[in-house]
Each structure stands twice: as structure tokens, then as C-alpha cells.
């Protein structure tokens, strides 16, 4: 118990979470904090108690099965532990919480990006997600770290597309690779690769247009762009991110679940959690799926995009709590 | 997720009941757990769940089990009525004049979909109401976004009025107001950029936007993925403009939309598009009683049976339907079915549509290169053999010839030929049929049944119409 309370006394660790806290502050009604109320408001720890704990999870989009699997696991530990105070209470939740999705494991969000190494990373994910932005500020990351990075327009779909990629190319000061709208994306990847090759790039990073994954065709042709890529560099991509957006409901585990099988997803990247949605759906990925969350993006400049602090974030959610 | 649907879940849930007359408290009770959790796993915001399940409750108790329903249809009966009411009895036009300018304004986050579907309105207000629209690109702030409105204009040759990113976008809506009334444009169609609702600076543009150019539609473009937040999105939205109605857009995907029930509740806009794919003319419009199903998983007849009518020449419809009774059914009739089905679009879509299938079909692909390779097949027959089945039955050194003709295997062949036989089959079970269970206003009603049977073998040409 307290798991929680120690994991945040440290003030480096605190100032370190302001910002995820900020980002997740803006909803109007705080929505976890919403916990503490109607804890603390309630005289009982009854089954009325439970079912507004389980939907103000469910409210940060966590996934209902884990949900309700949570809270029947919370029902048996009080009543196992006989636990009657708030407090405690509240305690224990956080604790669980921890467990869950915590656990034990050393969670690094690095990507795996070596020196003396053609490195290729691989965005994917549905329409209107942020993947050219957040490429951007990958890139950007990377230039400061003194990489060679080029950036690839591989959606040759969208209308504006490859333009929008190419003005962030710009901006970040990156090379950039191209071919004509309407090229076939596998093509781009090929060509682009070969120059990555003849001109001592350091990290390759790839565009895709997005698409549901529910289209059959569309994901067949990303299970191409892979294929390629793994041809041209051996065990690249080295990364595969599925980019998802925040406000993403349950549709996210189906997403998870299928770009996973066509590519093999490395990471996730969370993207625009510094609107109202607590993108807890990312959760339910890492518990179903174990996939885990590598950055999240925190707002429109280059620099709002953090890598992910999974004990930071549960304490941006938690934050209201004490 | 374990159950698909609320009607799944409902019949797990009522096994023991079944045969009851009527609900007690308990049966409901546990019942409404299901549906609860049903519409959450939807996306509905909880709260709106909690309000309905209070009513769906009210609604449920003793309530008398009609006639051939056990009680789990008969509670799932109640909450599609009960949705159906809060997303409106039916499809709201848009607010387009017949004379004069209308300005149509897009509004809403970031990457919901704005400027594909300003494109994509367009399209469908020059197609179906005749209109001249002129499109207007006021995102300034995204990357390309301009560059994008003009492709897109481009695509569909219709001007888009632009300013660069320099010039501020209340000003550029002003000049569009004033060009495309020099111009005779009719319809307006402002893209403006995405942003979030709790963006003050943001808002406040939207807000000044509104007062220079005073829309006649403002609609709030959102999303069919989006999960809780769904309600703060819309309901920001709304408290700072007068939202006139929304569209919901990637429907195409495998989301079950839940927001769209939020959304409708939370703000009360009538839901009055939605989008249905990347291309320009996949908009359609929002018909808010078939929503109900799809967030209940239960499929969409209807706009399957609106596909089908809408695709499909009534007379060939005819001839096709007596041909196929008279038993008479030839490879030259089953080419013809072909093409009808590939008129209605992708067949995956189409399949998605039916009850049942949605879920059968989850592990299955659909290769729509199937019906092309039957096509193949069916020319690389001579005239003789599409009129008469029997004699590529019978000789093996033919079916040899056509899986030449056409690149195909022998054993494609043989599994055209099964199909065929099936279909025959199928036919004289059809014509022995009672023709008062059909129902003669709308002859495709019975089919769907039919029709999920089949969806999920092998042979995906066997649909019949």
C-alpha cells in the first residue's frame, strides 16, 4: 500500500508530471477526480460505490472488459481486506491500478535506434490521427540529437499529402523523399530506402496514409510497404508505431488488434491528449495486447511530444485523487 | 470482446427465462446490465447510458413478451425503439436554399475529417441538388491543408477561393462571400481548421467567422471512432456556436459509433451526414433509425435494402427474378447477377450490411477478385455452354479449356460449376415457395436471410437478387 504516495514524493519526479497533468487538466469537469467526490461522498463502500467507479473509468475510454474486470477485482479485495475507510480505499485503487498496468516490467519508451545503422521507423494508423505531424516531431527529435533523418512521403493517397510532410521537412531541416502522387506507396518506400543508403542517413522515417483496418485491400498494401522495407534493410522496419488518436473510443483495441497483425506494432504513439480525452484506451491496448505506449503528443509545436512515462501519465489521471 | 451484439448478449443472459410471459424486476435488472454494457463497449458516453437504461427499465416493466419473441428480442425490441427515438424519427435535410447563396460551414478537431468532406459535400449538393458550390479554404494553421482544398477542387473542377496562410481567415471569409455572389455561386462551402473546443484564442476565430459570413449550416464534423470524449467535443462546440447539425464521418470503418447516440443527446443537432469512405462521392445521408442497429450491432437492412433498390433496374430485377424461378438459370444470367452486385459497390461493404455477417465475415476476406476471376471464367465459355450448364458438367476436356481461357484452375471451375448447381437448386426450392411469406411491396425483404447463409462459404458470387 502506498505505492502511489512514494512513487510521487519525489519533487523531481513531480515536476517532471506537470506537464501531463496540465495537458490532462483541461477537461472542464475533471473527470477521474470525479473519483475522489464520489468516494469521499459516499458513507459506504457499496455496490452503488462500485458502479460510479466503473463508469468513471470507463469515461477515460479504458475499455469496458478491463473495466469491469477491475472493479470485480476491487469488490473481492475490500471485502477480503475488510476495508471500510475512503482513504484506504482510494489507496487501493491507485495500488491496483499500479499492478495492473505497472507491474513489474522496466518500462522504457526509447525507440530502438542505433548508431552505425540505416534505422527505418514505420507509421501507421487510421485517417486523421496525426501521423505526419507526429513524423515531424520525431524528426525533430532526432536532428537535435544530431541525426541525418529523412522523412518519407509514403501516403501518395491523401489529397495534400505529401506536401504537408514536405513543408514539416522544411521547418525541422530534414531530407526529405518523394514521388509523385498516385506512386504506389511500396515503390516510394524502395526508392527512398536507396537513397537513405547513398546518402548516409541515419534514420529513415516513414509516412503512410491512413486507413481503417477494416479495409482488406488497404491493409494488404501496408503488409507490402513492410515486406519491402524488410527487403531493402535487414530487420527493418525497427520500429512500427501505430499512431492513435486520444478521443478514440473501444474502435482503438480493433485497431490495435488488426494493424498488429499486419505489421507487427512495436509502440504506440498517443497523440492530441492535450484535449479533453484521457486516451485510456491506450491502456486497454497494453493490457490486451501488450503493445506499449512510446510517446505522446501534448500539443501543436514540435517539442509537444513527450516520451511516454506510463507512471507519469497514471499520475496525470490520478492526480485529482489526493 | 465477447459478444458482438446486444441481442447475443441479451439471449445469453435470458436462456432461463425464456418461455416466461412476462419480465420481473430481476429478469430486467440483469437484462439492463447487458444493455448497459452493451452501449458502453459502443462508445455511448456513460452518461447518456445511465439515462437510457432508466428508461429502457420503465419501458420494460410489465411489459406483456409479444407473440413469437422470447424476452431477450423483446427487450432488445425495446431499446432499438427507445434509440431510435433520441436519434431522431428521420433523415434532416440540409438547410440549402432553393435561391440565393447558402453558406455551409465545417467546423470541428483536428483530423475528424473537414476538408475530405467539404469536397465530398460538394460533390453531393452539385450531384443531387443541382448546385454550384464554391469551396473556401481558411486553414491557415495545418501544414498543406490549402493545398489540399485546392487538389481536391481541382479533382472535382469547382474553384476554391483562397488567400494564402498570411491573411486572416475572417478576412478571406469575407471576400468569399463577396466573390461568389459575383460569381453565381450558389453554395458556399467554408473549410476551416481543426481545433480543439477548450481553445480559446481558436474558438473565439470560429466565433468571428461566424459573424462576418452568418452560415446557414454550421455542422460539426466528428468522428465515428470517438469514444467518451465525444460529448465534451460536440457539446464545446455547441455552447460557443450555433451548431446546426453534424456529420459522422469514417463510418466505413468497424466502429459501432456510439458517440453518434451521445452527440445527438448531448446537443440534440440532428445528425445530418455521414462518411463512408475516402472517395469523393462516398457521403451519404444520415439516416438515424439505422444507426440504432449498427450501435447495437445488429447490422443495417435497411441501407442494404436501400443499396440494392437504388443500384438495380427494376425490369432486369424482374426478368432476373423469373428467370430464376422458371428454373431456367444459365451461366449468361449469373454473369448479369455479377454485374449487379458489383454496381452496388465493394462487396465487403455490402456484406458488412446483413445481420449476422458483420461477424461471420470478421475472420473471412473478401477477395472482390473473385468476381472477377468468375467473370474470366464464365467469357472463356462459348456461347453454348452459358446457355446450357449441363455439357461443361459433363465434359472434363471443357473444363479443362475454360481454366486455360481464363488463367484459372480446373478446380476453379468446379467450384463455379457447384455454385451454379446450388443456385438451380435454390431456385426450385424458391419457386415451391408459399407467395404469401413474400412480401409484395418489397420482394428483396426475405433475401437477407438467405443471404447471410451464404456469406459465410466459399464461393462469393452466389448471392442472388
Keep these: 500500500m502506498g505505492f502511489f504516495k512514494n512513487l510521487f514524493s519525489s519533487k523531481a519526479k513531480k515536476e517532471k508530471a506537470r506537464k501531463y497533468k496540465i495537458g490532462m487538466d483541461k477537461t472542464r469537469e475533471g473527470v477521474l477526480s470525479n473519483l475522489k467526490d464520489v468516494i469521499e ?7 452503488e460505490l462500485f458502479d460510479d467507479i466503473e463508469e468513471i473509468f470507463i469515461m477515460a475510454d479504458m475499455g469496458v472488459d478491463t473495466v469491469v474486470k477491475f472493479v470485480d477485482h476491487l469488490k473481492a479485495t475490500v471485502s477480503d481486506q475488510k476495508i471500510q475507510t475512503a482513504e484506504d480505499f482510494k489507496e487501493l485503487i491507485i495500488d491496483e491500478m499500479f499492478k495492473l498496468y505497472v507491474q513489474d516490467e522496466i518500462v522504457t519508451s526509447n525507440l530502438d535506434i542505433e548508431d552505425d545503422r540505416l534505422n527505418v521507423v514505420l507509421f501507421v494508423g487510421v485517417n486523421g490521427v496525426g501521423k505526419t505531424t507526429t513524423i515531424a516531431k520525431v524528426a525533430h527529435e532526432y536532428i537535435n540529437k544530431g541525426k541525418n533523418v529523412l522523412m518519407v512521403a509514403g501516403d501518395t493517397f491523401r489529397a495534400g499529402a505529401i506536401e504537408q510532410l514536405e513543408t514539416w521537412a522544411h521547418r525541422v531541416g530534414s531530407d526529405f523523399f518523394s514521388k509523385p502522387a498516385k506512386s504506389d506507396p511500396s515503390s516510394v518506400m524502395f526508392d527512398a530506402l536507396n537513397y537513405a543508403k547513398d546518402n548516409n542517413i541515419d534514420l529513415v522515417l516513414c509516412d503512410t496514409a ?29 520500429e512500427t508505431l501505430l499512431v492513435i488518436d ?14 498488429n497483425e ?30 506499449p505506449i512510446k510517446y ?16 507519469e501519465y497514471m499520475y496525470g489521471l490520478f492526480s485529482g485523487l489526493f | 470482446m ?7 448478449r441479451l439471449q445469453m443472459a435470458m436462456r432461463r427465462v425464456t418461455g416466461k410471459g412476462r419480465l420481473n424486476e430481476k429478469d430486467i435488472d440483469e437484462m439492463m446490465r447487458e444493455v448497459r454494457l452493451s452501449l458502453l463497449e459502443a462508445d455511448v458516453h456513460f452518461r447518456v447510458v445511465k439515462q437510457f437504461t432508466k428508461g429502457v427499465k420503465e419501458k420494460a416493466k410489465g411489459e406483456k413478451i409479444l407473440k413469437g419473441l422470447n424476452p431477450g428480442q423483446q427487450v432488445v425490441k425495446i431499446v432499438r425503439d427507445e434509440l431510435e427515438k433520441i436519434m431522431g424519427e428521420k433523415a434532416v435535410p440540409l438547410n440549402v436554399k432553393d435561391q440565393g447563396l447558402s453558406i455551409i460551414m465545417l467546423v470541428g478537431l483536428q483530423g475528424a475529417g473537414k476538408t475530405t468532406t467539404v469536397g465530398k459535400l460538394a460533390k453531393f449538393l452539385q450531384d443531387k441538388q443541382n448546385k454550384n458550390p464554391m469551396l473556401v479554404a481558411l486553414d491557415v494553421y495545418r501544414p498543406a491543408a490549402i493545398d489540399q482544398l485546392k487538389t481536391i477542387g481541382q479533382e472535382l473542377d469547382m474553384p476554391v477561393f483562397e488567400k494564402g496562410t498570411d491573411v486572416n481567415p475572417v478576412q478571406t471569409a469575407k471576400e468569399a462571400l463577396g466573390f461568389a455572389k459575383d460569381h453565381n455561386h450558389d453554395v458556399l462551402i467554408i473549410d476551416t481548421a481543426g481545433r480543439l473546443q477548450i481553445d480559446e484564442k481558436m474558438m473565439q476565430e470560429l466565433i468571428d467567422i461566424e459573424a462576418a459570413v452568418n452560415p446557414d449550416e454550421i455542422l460539426l464534423t466528428i468522428d465515428a471512432m470517438t469514444g467518451q470524449d465525444a460529448v465534451t467535443t460536440a457539446k464545446g462546440f455547441h455552447d460557443q456556436l450555433p451548431i446546426s447539425g453534424a456529420i459522422l464521418t469514417k463510418l466505413d470503418g468497424d466502429t459501432r459509433g456510439g458517440a453518434a447516440l451521445s452527440l445527438r443527446q ?5 445528425i445530418k451526414l455521414m462518411g463512408l469512405g475516402e472517395k469523393l462521392d462516398q457521403l451519404e445521408i444520415f439516416h438515424p433509425e439505422r444507426m440504432a442497429s449498427r450501435i447495437l450491432g445488429m447490422g443495417d437492412v435497411l441501407t442494404l435494402v436501400d443499396k440494392v433498390t437504388e443500384n438495380i433496374d427494376e425490369t432486369d430485377m ?20 455479377l454485374k449487379m452486385i458489383k454496381r452496388m459497390g465493394s462487396l465487403g461493404g455490402i456484406l458488412k450490411l446483413i445481420p449476422g455477417v458483420g461477424k461471420a465475415l470478421k475472420n473471412q476476406d473478401i477477395d472482390e477478385k473473385q468476381l472477377v476471376y468468375v467473370e474470366a471464367m464464365i467469357s472463356s465459355m462459348t456461347k453454348e455452354e452459358r446457355k446450357q450448364p449441363r455439357l461443361i458438367e459433363k465434359s472434363s476436356s471443357r473444363r479443362r479449356r475454360i481454366a486455360k481461357g481464363s488463367g484459372r484452375k480446373v478446380s476453379d471451375v468446379n467450384r463455379l460449376i457447384q455454385t451454379m448447381q446450388q443456385q438451380s437448386k435454390m431456385m426450385k426450392q424458391m419457386k415451391n415457395m408459399d407467395p404469401s411469406k413474400i412480401n409484395p411491396n418489397n420482394p428483396l425483404g426475405s433475401m437477407p436471410k438467405q443471404k447471410a447463409k451464404k456469406g459465410k462459404g466459399k464461393g462469393k458470387g452466389r448471392f442472388r437478387f
Design chain 1, 41 to 47: 461522498s459516499s458513507q459506504t463502500i457499496d455496490d
Design chain 1, 262 to 291: 499486419v505489421t507487427t506494432l512495436s509502440g504506440i504513439v498517443l497523440t492530441k491528449l492535450d484535449g479533453t480525452a484521457k486516451g485510456g484506451i491506450a491502456l486497454a491496448i497494453k493490457e490486451e495486447l501488450g503493445i
Design chain 1, 210 to 238: 491512413g486507413r481503417l483496418q477494416n479495409k482488406k485491400n488497404l491493409m494488404n498494401e501496408l503488409e507490402k510497404i513492410h515486406r519491402v522495407i524488410g527487403r531493402e534493410v535487414s530487420n527493418a522496419p525497427h
Design chain 1, 246 to 259: 486520444a478521443t478514440t473510443g473501444q474502435n482503438g483495441l480493433s485497431q490495435a488488434k488488426i494493424f
Design chain 1, 296 to 311: 505522446v503528443g501534448l500539443g501543436e509545436g514540435l517539442d509537444d511530444l513527450e516520451h511516454f512515462d506510463l507512471e
Design chain 2, 2 to 8: 465477447a459478444f458482438e451484439n446486444l441481442s447475443d
Design chain 2, 318 to 337: 424482374m426478368s432476373m427474378m423469373e428467370k430464376m424461378m422458371s428454373g431456367n438459370f444459365n451461366y449468361n444470367d449469373y454473369i448479369k447477377q
Design chain 2, 266 to 270: 448531448v446537443t440534440q443537432v440532428p
